[in-house]
């Protein structure tokens, strides 16, 4: 059995602020994009360990999304994966 994904209302606010860009210039790259970080992050019910540690902070992760990182953290004893954020790479590491 799978973790349940469990997005935060910042990510999923950020989620929604990065296709509404991406879609001022182009609607279809908006949409693909956003199709391609669910199905990311729906990865990550089967295999929450798939991303990198995340150094700056104990029990977060990251995985990429290119041009974004997805971070999460794993809680093991509630059977979830929290989505925390979502991060351009070109940016500095955010204060998760």
């Known amino acids: 059995m799978g973790f349940k994904i469990v997005f935060a209302p910042e990510a999923l606010a950020r989620l929604e602020e990065i ?5 001022k210039d182009n ?8 199709l391609r970080s669910v ?4 990865l990550l019910a089967d295999f ?4 990198q540690p995340y150094l700056k902070r104990q029990n977060v992760r990251r995985l990429g999304c290119k ?14 994966v ?3 954020d979502f991060w351009h790479t070109a940016r500095r590491n955010p204060e998760i």
Not at 19 to 23: C, G
Not at 27 to 34: M, R, S
Not at 67 to 80: F, H, N, S
Request: hydrophobic fraction near 35%; avoid cysteine; glycine fraction near 8%.
């Open 67 to 80: 041009p974004y990182w997805i971070y999460y953290r794993v809680r093991r004893d509630k059977g979830i």
């Open 48 to 51: 929450p360990e798939i991303g």
């Open 39 to 42: 199905d990311r992050t729906a």
């Open 82 to 84: 929290e989505i925390m």
């Open 27 to 34: 609607p279809a790259a908006a949409e693909k994009f956003g």
């Open 19 to 23: 296709v509404r860009y991406i879609s």
